[in-house]
């Protein structure tokens, strides 16, 4: 079955960086465009980064610029390098496909404040 583990997650300063690991199993990692999504108290869950197959990647606007995604389809992980934090990114990430996205895993929190 599908599981994805999410870690890397703290309590950074803002302007701090933090990298996000995603190890995910159960289906062929490599065939599927892959994502980052985040979610803060009382707000909807929201796309932040996503990697195609192909490599090509696009960002929310909030982010783009200070996070950077990539993967390493060898060891079947994804990738969230995060620079410049500022305290609206304190959310819990979620990592999962882009298209159709399945069971979710636990998430990383990641805060940041001062």
């Known amino acids: 079955q599908v599981q994805l583990v999410e870690s890397g997650g703290g309590l950074v300063q803002p302007g701090g960086s933090l990298r996000l690991s995603c190890e995910a199993s159960?289906?062929?990692?490599?065939?599927?465009?892959m994502s980052w999504y985040r979610q803060a108290p009382g707000k909807e869950r929201e796309l932040v980064a996503t990697?195609?197959?192909?490599?090509?990647?696009n960002y929310a606007e909030s982010v783009k610029g200070r996070f950077t995604i990539s993967r390493d389809n060898t060891k079947n992980t994804l990738y969230l390098q995060m620079n410049s934090l500022k305290p609206e990114d304190t959310a819990m990430y979620y990592c999962?496909?882009?298209?159709?996205?399945?069971?979710w895993g636990q998430g990383t929190q990641v805060t940041v404040s001062s």
């Open positions: 999962n496909k882009r298209f159709q996205p399945g069971t």
């Open positions: 159960g289906f062929t990692f490599s065939n599927y465009a």
């Open positions: 990697i195609f197959a192909s490599g090509s990647t």
